[in-house]
């Protein structure tokens, strides 16, 4: 049964092109963090300083349909402190790169 419900979440993201965009962009998202241990940091920081605790980003599987479930989940829980790491990134962006 758990095979079952992997292989037609699977298909339902790759049919819709609203659900890859956005799984696309979460993906990213969590692996821009996950490779950046300055930004990692940050993040952290003003996770403890909005919700007073850390929130891990979870990277997904590509054979669990729940694990792009845990994936999505924790860039909610999180959205206002990458709201603000974006604008830090923007910022140094802007900075050194321009």
């Known amino acids: 049964m758990a095979h079952q419900m992997n292989l037609v979440f ?25 490779g950046s241990t300055f930004f990692m940091g940050n993040l952290r ?3 403890e300083r909005i919700y007073k605790k850390t929130i891990k980003l979870v990277s997904p599987g590509d054979t669990r349909w729940n694990s ?19 604008v830090i990134i923007i910022l140094i962006y802007y900075i050194y790169i321009l």
């Open 68 to 86: 792009y479930y845990f994936c999505f989940h924790s860039v909610l829980k999180t959205q206002a402190a990458l709201k603000v790491n974006f």
């Open 45 to 47: 920081d003003e996770q």
């Open 10 to 34: 699977g298909d339902i993201f790759k049919e819709n092109p609203v659900f890859q965009r956005v799984s696309k962009e979460a993906v990213r998202i969590v692996s821009y963090f996950h």
